[in-house]
């Protein structure tokens, strides 16, 4: 059974920081490309950042500079730091594995950023 843990979300206020963990079990994630996605109050799911089984990396415009992706595959691990974050990063974060038609989703972690 595949199963991806989301966990590191919380309250946070502007301008803080961050790290989201998601744990891979079931499969042998490092030949999966990882992403994290969000889904914040009234909006659709975005993509926030992903990063493929060679380390190669992409973002939303919308963060590049504030998080980074990264990955340890002895850990069947992906992380998302997250750094001066804003209140428009308010969202429902989930874990994403995907290679080729294998799509598996995580059931998320809240992030608040509010003061």
């Known amino acids: 059974q595949v199963q991806l843990v989301e966990s590191g979300g919380g309250l946070v206020q502007p301008g803080g920081s961050l790290r989201l963990s998601c744990v891979a079990s079931?499969?042998?994630?490092?030949?999966?490309?990882m992403g994290w996605y969000r889904q914040g109050p009234g909006k659709q799911r975005e993509l926030v950042a992903r990063?493929?089984?060679?380390?190669?990396?992409a973002y939303a415009d919308s963060v590049k500079g504030r998080f980074t992706i990264s990955r340890d595959n002895a850990k069947s691990t992906v992380y998302l730091q997250m750094n001066s974050l804003k209140p428009e990063d308010t969202a429902v974060y989930h874990c994403?594995?995907?290679?080729?038609?294998?799509?598996?989703w995580g059931q998320g972690t809240q992030v608040t950023v509010s003061s």
């Open positions: 079931g499969i042998r994630s490092s030949i999966y490309t």
């Open positions: 994403n594995a995907r290679l080729q038609m294998w799509d598996y």
């Open positions: 990063i493929t089984s060679g380390g190669s990396t």
